[in-house]
C-alpha cells in the first residue's frame, strides 16, 4: 500500500492510497463470499459459491464495487496510520481515483493547532472602579419603591410618580421587506427619577424622563437613536420611533427608610446592616460585569499574534452546540425554533450564517486560546477544589429542576461523569483566566506559580470566599412591579 498526502488550506489532508493489486484480488474473494451469503447462487449454499460462479452469475463490477466497500474500511486506518495524522472528526471516501490500480483519495480533518505567539507580553490594566455610594442609594430606592403605594391622581406625571403607558415602536427607516415594528402597544409601568440612568430601563435608558408632563389619556411621540453598544443587537444604531399612550398616573409613597423597614428585608438588625449587604452584592455584580468585558479584551489581545486552525467539521459542530443550546432556552420559553424564525422573519440559513456562525467561531477559537494557553502554562487543578468545584456544580443542577429528569433519561454513572467533566471545565478555565490576568497585569509569574504551590490556608480549604460567604439578600434583584 502507497499513500501520497496532500495538504490543503481548509486544515485538512487528501490521503492518496493505492492498493496493491494481489491485495486487492483477496479483497474481491471475501467480497464475492460475502455477496454469496446474501444471494441466492443456483446449486450453492449461502457463501459456497466458487469464486469464478459468483462473478459469472453476479457481474465483475458488482463484485468490484463490493470489494472497494471492504477495502474502504481496511485500508483508511492504515492510511491514517502511515502518514502520522491525528484526525479531528472520522475521514471521508473523497473519490475513487481509479480502479486499476484501485486508488483511494480520503478526506481527513486535522486536530485543531494553535500557536500563542508572545502571549506573555500582552498588558491590559485591571482597572475595576470602586462602588460609589450614589449607586448604594439608587438600589435602595428601587428597593423602597417596590414596597411604595400607589394612589391615583388627577394632574401631569411628575418626579416620584408612577406612569402606567402602552408603547408602540417602529424603525423609521426599516430594511426594504422587513416589517418596521419592533413592539406593539407595549405595557409599560415607569417610575419618574431625575438623573436616574438606569441602564436596564426599558426601552431606554431615560424613558420615563420624557413622560413626565403628560396626563391620563395624552399620547406622545419619541424619536431615540440606539448606540452601537446598545444591548439590543438588531437596534444597534438604528433610529425607532415610539409612540407613547398614557393609560393613568399614580402618585407613589415609599416608606421611610429606618431599621424597622430593613427588618422587613431580611435578617438585618439596622439599616447599616442593609446597605452593607446591599454594598456587598453590588460589588460582586460589578466585578462579574467587568471581568467579563476585562477577559474578554484579554484574550482578544491573545488572540491578536495567535495562529488558529482547525477544520470545517469542528466549525460544524461548534455550530450545532450553539443552534441546540438557543433551541432549549426557546423550550423554557415554551417556544420552537420555526415560531422564533418567524417571529424575527428570518430563515434558518439566514440566522445561522448572520448569526449563529460568527458565535460559533468566537466561542470555538476563545476555548481553543484557552486550552493552548493551559498546556504552555502547565496548569493543574487541585483536588481539594475539584470537590468543591463538583459539589457546587451538582448543587447548580439539582437547583435547576432538571435534575430527576437528567438523571432518568442518562442514567446516574452517566450524569456524575457528565457534572465531573462540567466541572473540570470550570475550575480549569477559572485557572487559565487567573493566570492570563496575572500576565495581563504584569505580575510575576514565577512567584505566582511558586506561592500557589505553598500549602492552603484554612479558608482555601473551605472552597469559600469572602464574598461567597457573605449576605445574599442584597443580590441584584429581578425587575419589582410596584404595590398598587
Given at each position: 500500500m ?10 485538512q ?24 451469503q ?7 449454499r449461502?457463501?459456497?459459491?466458487p469464486?469464478d460462479v ?18 474502504i474500511?481496511q ?7 502511515e502518514a502520522?495524522?491525528?484526525p479531528?472528526?472520522p475521514g ?7 480502479v486499476d ?5 480520503f478526506l ?8 500563542l505567539?508572545?502571549?506573555r507580553e ?10 460609589s455610594?450614589e449607586k448604594?442609594?439608587k438600589?435602595?430606592d428601587r428597593?423602597?419603591?417596590s414596597?411604595?403605594?400607589a394612589?391615583?391622581?388627577e394632574?401631569?406625571a411628575?418626579?416620584?410618580d408612577?406612569?402606567y ?6 424603525l423609521t427607516?426599516?430594511e426594504?421587506g422587513?416589517?418596521?415594528i419592533?413592539?406593539?402597544?407595549r405595557p ?8 436616574d440612568?438606569d ?7 431615560g ?6 408632563g403628560?396626563?391620563?389619556?395624552d399620547?406622545?411621540?419619541?424619536l ?15 433610529e425607532?420611533?415610539f409612540q ?14 429606618n ?10 438588625s ?7 449587604s446591599?454594598?456587598t ?6 466585578r ?6 476585562y477577559?474578554?479584551?484579554?484574550i482578544d489581545?491573545?488572540?491578536?499574534n495567535?495562529?488558529?486552525h482547525?477544520p470545517p467539521q ?13 433551541e432549549r ?6 417556544m420552537d425554533?420555526e415560531?422564533?424564525?418567524k417571529?424575527?422573519q428570518m430563515d ?6 448572520n448569526e449563529i ?6 466561542r ?7 486550552d493552548?494557553v ?11 477544589e475539584?470537590?468543591?468545584t463538583f459539589?457546587?456544580?451538582l ?6 429542576g432538571?435534575f430527576e ?5 442518562v442514567?446516574a454513572?452517566?450524569?456524575a461523569n457528565?457534572?465531573a467533566m ?7 478555565n477559572r485557572?487559565?483566566l487567573e493566570?492570563?490576568?496575572?500576565i495581563a497585569?504584569?505580575q510575576n509569574i ?5 506561592k500557589q504551590?505553598?500549602p ?9 470566599t469572602?464574598e ?13 412591579q410596584?404595590?398598587?
Amino acid at each position: 500500500m502507497k499513500t501520497e498526502t496532500q495538504p490543503r488550506d481548509d486544515h485538512q489532508v487528501r490521503l492518496i492510497t493505492e492498493i496493491e493489486p494481489e491485495a486487492f484480488e483477496k479483497t474481491k474473494r471475501q467480497a464475492a463470499r460475502k455477496i454469496s451469503q446474501q444471494t441466492k447462487i443456483p446449486g450453492f449454499r449461502p457463501g459456497k459459491a466458487p469464486y469464478d460462479v459468483v462473478r459469472r452469475v453476479i457481474g465483475e463490477d458488482t463484485i468490484q464495487k463490493e470489494a472497494i466497500e471492504l477495502t474502504i474500511d481496511q485500508v483508511y486506518p492504515e492510511a491514517i496510520k502511515e502518514a502520522g495524522i491525528k484526525p479531528a472528526a472520522p475521514g471521508t471516501l473523497d473519490e475513487i481515483v481509479s480502479v486499476d490500480p484501485v486508488k483511494l483519495a480520503f478526506l481527513v480533518p486535522l486536530a485543531p493547532t494553535v500557536e500563542l505567539g508572545d502571549y506573555r507580553e500582552v498588558r491590559v490594566p485591571y482597572e475595576l472602579e470602586p462602588l460609589s455610594d450614589e449607586k448604594v442609594d439608587k438600589f435602595i430606592d428601587r428597593l423602597r419603591t417596590s414596597y411604595a403605594t400607589a394612589e391615583p391622581v388627577e394632574r401631569p406625571a411628575q418626579e416620584g410618580d408612577m406612569v402606567y403607558a402602552t408603547v408602540t415602536g417602529k424603525l423609521t427607516q426599516p430594511e426594504e421587506g422587513k416589517d418596521p415594528i419592533i413592539v406593539n402597544e407595549r405595557p409599560v409601568q415607569a417610575v419618574l427619577r431625575q438623573g436616574d440612568q438606569d441602564e436596564d430601563e426599558w426601552p431606554f435608558s431615560g424613558f420615563a424622563l420624557q413622560l413626565a408632563g403628560l396626563s391620563g389619556g395624552d399620547e406622545k411621540t419619541i424619536l431615540h437613536t440606539f448606540s452601537e453598544e446598545s444591548k439590543f443587537d438588531a437596534l444597534r444604531g438604528k433610529e425607532v420611533e415610539f409612540q407613547v399612550k398614557v393609560q393613568s398616573i399614580k402618585s407613589m409613597t415609599l416608606p421611610e427608610l429606618n431599621d424597622e423597614f430593613a427588618q422587613t428585608l431580611g435578617e438585618f438588625s439596622d439599616v447599616a446592616a442593609l446597605r452593607e449587604s446591599i454594598r456587598t452584592g453590588l460589588e460582586t455584580n460589578a466585578r462579574e460585569e467587568y471581568d467579563q468585558g476585562y477577559f474578554s479584551r484579554v484574550i482578544d489581545k491573545v488572540a491578536e499574534n495567535a495562529q488558529i486552525h482547525y477544520p470545517p467539521q469542528v466549525l460544524e459542530d461548534e455550530i450545532n452546540s450553539v443552534l441546540q443550546t438557543i433551541e432549549r432556552d426557546l423550550a423554557r420559553q415554551n417556544m420552537d425554533l420555526e415560531t422564533y424564525l418567524k417571529v424575527r422573519q428570518m430563515d434558518r440559513e439566514t440566522i445561522i450564517e448572520n448569526e449563529i456562525k460568527p458565535t460559533a467561531v468566537r466561542r470555538l477559537e476563545r476555548s481553543l486560546l484557552l486550552d493552548e494557553v493551559a498546556r504552555a502554562e502547565k496548569i493543574e487543578l487541585d483536588n481539594q477544589e475539584l470537590e468543591t468545584t463538583f459539589s457546587e456544580t451538582l448543587a447548580e443542577l439539582q437547583n435547576s429542576g432538571d435534575f430527576e429528569n437528567m438523571r432518568k433519561k442518562v442514567g446516574a454513572n452517566r450524569l456524575a461523569n457528565a457534572v465531573a467533566m462540567e466541572a473540570v471545565s470550570r475550575l480549569m478555565n477559572r485557572r487559565v483566566l487567573e493566570r492570563l490576568k496575572a500576565i495581563a497585569t504584569g505580575q510575576n509569574i514565577e512567584e505566582l506559580i511558586a506561592k500557589q504551590s505553598e500549602p492552603a490556608t484554612d479558608q482555601a480549604e473551605t472552597g469559600e470566599t469572602a464574598e461567597e460567604a457573605a449576605p445574599s439578600a442584597a443580590e441584584k434583584p429581578e425587575e419589582t412591579q410596584p404595590a398598587e
